[in-house]
């Protein structure tokens, strides 16, 4: 009863996404009714996906394997619309007020699809959502009104709707050719009333170059899209200086920081998407109570708690915020050796860094204003 009446608290207050794949965050139930369709079919044997799918622990290596597969079985138009719909709908369900979704663009001749068509069908799905008003529209600079909304305001009896912002960030696979990395950045310019805000490199982090993707990289810039990286995933000191050099938006993870790249980290205040239960469960940090999150959080560097993929690795954003708080809420918290003082993760704290990611988005002022305001109401509703 107490612990169910502790989750609700943590599901209550209002959260910011900025780390979420799509198709890492399709519902497990959905991903097992589709790949049993796919089995009847013929076109998969069913056991064999339903043990890579239901298995806990993976390593990083076999997580890739694993999204090979959801791959076969989610890269269809309607399937993506599907997905994307129930995504969106399990974030705000948990009171995610922002949401920033990435995905990358997929290509597949033998069914008609090309990248455009790939992002038109999640586009889509953002309009399907029925069970909460969807904001995805970039402000008129003019006027501060969204220029292409999709957003209802009130239900038929007049209430107000629950409401969630989200921006879509298109995500470049390492395993592409600087063209194709090239193409999805064009795309992402032509996407921009679509709530298209910025792009992401992910994908196995110990194929591609980092040259590659450069070009791309300065370009999307240039054109004023945000940029996360995927960095520190894998020992890879020569990248890790030149992702942090490069000066992204924000990046994700930071695993293998050597005490220089944390110094060229800290010194450019880059904020750190944190994504514990995924680190835990690629064995890229060994466990929690070691995790950087701990001295990055006592140096007040930026930071935002995310899930990376909620359906692979069966969490939530509320989930990660009980991790945090019930790892590193006591005073102190063994890291690197030795026990430090943390300054203590209660629920207030746990608020605060909440809020503290609206300064982190890739949407516009307008939007954080809101979101500021959707946070001031709930602090005083819980006398915070
Ligand atoms: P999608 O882009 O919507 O297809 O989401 C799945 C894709 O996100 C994977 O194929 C990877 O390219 C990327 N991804 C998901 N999780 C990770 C991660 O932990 N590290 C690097 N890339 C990831
Ligand atoms: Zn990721």
């Not at 992401?200 to 940029?227: C, H, M, Y």
């Not at 996360?228 to 894998?234: A, F």
Request: charged letters at 25%; a negative charge; aromatic letters at 8%.
């Amino acid at each position: 009863m107490e612990k169910q009446r502790d989750m609700d608290w943590w599901v209550s207050i209002p959260k910011v996404e900025l780390h979420a794949h799509l198709n890492g965050s399709i519902r497990g139930s959905t991903l097992l009714e589709l790949a049993r369709g796919l089995g009847e079919k013929g076109t998969i044997v069913f056991s064999d996906v339903e043990h890579a799918i239901l298995k806990d622990d993976r390593s990083l290596q076999e997580v890739f394997k694993l999204f090979d597969l959801i791959h076969i079985v989610t890269t269809d138009h309607k399937i993506l619309t599907r997905i994307t719909q129930e995504v969106v709908e399990d974030f705000a369900a948990e009171n995610v007020v922002y949401l920033e979704l990435r995905t990358t663009p997929k290509r597949n001749d033998l069914i008609g699809m090309s990248k455009r068509s790939y992002m038109e069908a999640v586009v889509k799905g953002l309009r399907a959502v029925a069970t909460v008003e969807v904001d995805l529209a970039p402000r008129d600079l003019g006027t501060g009104n969204p220029v292409n909304s999709c957003a209802i305001t009130d239900l038929c009896d007049g209430t107000a709707r629950k409401k969630i912002y989200v921006r879509l960030l298109l995500s470049i696979d390492r395993r592409e050719t600087t063209a194709s990395a090239m193409e999805t950045v064009e795309l992402a310019l032509e996407m921009r009333d679509l709530g298209v805000a910025g792009i992401d490199l992910s994908g196995n982090p110990i194929v591609g170059e980092w040259a590659t993707f450069l070009p791309a990289l300065k370009f999307a810039r240039e054109q004023g899209l945000s940029i996360t990286l995927h960095c520190g995933e894998v020992p890879n000191p020569v990248e890790i200086n030149a992702m942090l050099d490069f000066l992204p938006g924000r990046i994700g993870h930071a695993c293998f920081f050597g005490e220089e790249e944390w110094r060229k980290l800290k010194s450019c205040k880059i904020p750190v998407e944190i994504c514990l239960t995924s680190n835990i469960r690629t064995e890229t940090i060994s466990s929690v109570d070691v995790h950087h999150f701990v001295d990055l959080y006592n140096a007040e560097h930026p930071t935002v708690l995310c899930t990376d993929d909620s359906g692979v690795f069966s969490t939530s954003l509320s989930g990660e915020y009980i991790l945090a708080s019930s790892a590193f809420g006591r005073s102190y918290a063994f890291y690197e050796y030795e026990y430090r003082l943390l300054n203590g993760l209660g629920r207030s704290e746990m608020f605060r860094l909440a809020r503290k990611a609206i300064e982190f988005i890739f949407a516009d002022d307008a939007v954080k204003r809101e979101l500021g305001e959707i946070f001031e109401s709930a602090a005083r509703k819980l006398d915070l």
